[in-house]
């Protein structure tokens, strides 16, 4: 059975009175070359374990079957169970996990399953849950890379540089996890049903460290965050929304760290937004002295204390 012939497709979806869930973002691929190359793209081989999220009818699971130690699928559509258990017949190396992978421990999944072998993310994510997934795959830290067929906005998102208009806080967080890279585009006719916008193939390998060095993660994030609150305002107007220091004192900082005071968030690279963090970590650390001595607070109501910086 070819699992990309419309045909094919269509006479086992029908055996097993399928149909096409919107909800679920299913989008099934009808162009044999996308899933071989995706699963070439991904580096699987013998010592791999890997993950797929949303298997479908499985093209791209076969592919990953042929090459890899083990590869163990995540479907959320219980409708896909039987199909799947037709499909990947004969297939000794393949497990099914029946869930939805945005309510899983993924670093819990890995090692149940992939004792011995190297952690891999490979698959054709279904666009409405991209940004959480690759979110917690980067988090999780237990993958050696991630290779994913995604909306190709978002795969140009995740792979921008400073100061263009796809730039942004997802952007700085994958890259600081990963060293993304775009592969290659798929058009929207290599789909049933053919999906309305354009997509691409990312391979993103972990970085074995951090390309940067900073007092904390969650203090980094914070400032990213701030950064890009207020996309059109400068540096310093957004950098108010998450930290409650004077306005001049911002200004001072951001120019200490050798940025213009005038710039907007959108341009800074990830090494500048390190450097912004650990010096207003510590212009904090000065506030919260201050405040012990009855001067001053430089927290906003509800924020946390330098001492509970790390849970943000």
Known sequence: MDLCDRSDIQALLARHGFRFSKSMGQNFLIADWVPRDIAEACGADEGTGVLEIGPGIGPLTRELARRAGKVVSVELDKRLYPVLAETMAGYDNFTLVPGDVTKMNLAALAVEHFG?????????????????????????????????LIQKEVA??????????????????????????????VPSTCFL????????????????????????????????????????????????????????RLAKIVTACGLDPTVRGERLSLEEYARLTNALWEALQEGAAIQKNGTYSCFKKGQPSEKQEDNI
Do not use: H
């Open 156 to 185: 140009e998102r995740v792979c921008a540089a400073p100061g263009t208009a796809d730039y942004g806080a997802f952007s700085l967080l994958m890259q600081y996890y990963t060293a993304p890279e775009l592969l290659f585009t």
């Open 116 to 148: 011995g072998l190297r952690p891999i993310l490979c698959a054709n994510l279904p666009y409405n849950i991209t940004t959480p997934v690759l979110t917690a795959c980067v988090e999780a830290r237990c993958f050696d890379s991630l290779t994913v």
């Open 193 to 248: 049903p053919a999906p309305k916008v354009t997509s691409a193939v990312i391979r993103c390998p972990v970085r074995p460290a951090p390309p940067v060095e900073v007092v904390s993660e969650a203090a980094l994030w914070r400032t990213v965050r701030a950064g890009f609150a207020l996309r059109r305002k400068t540096l310093v107007n957004s950098l108010q929304t998450g930290y409650a220091l004077p306005k001049e």
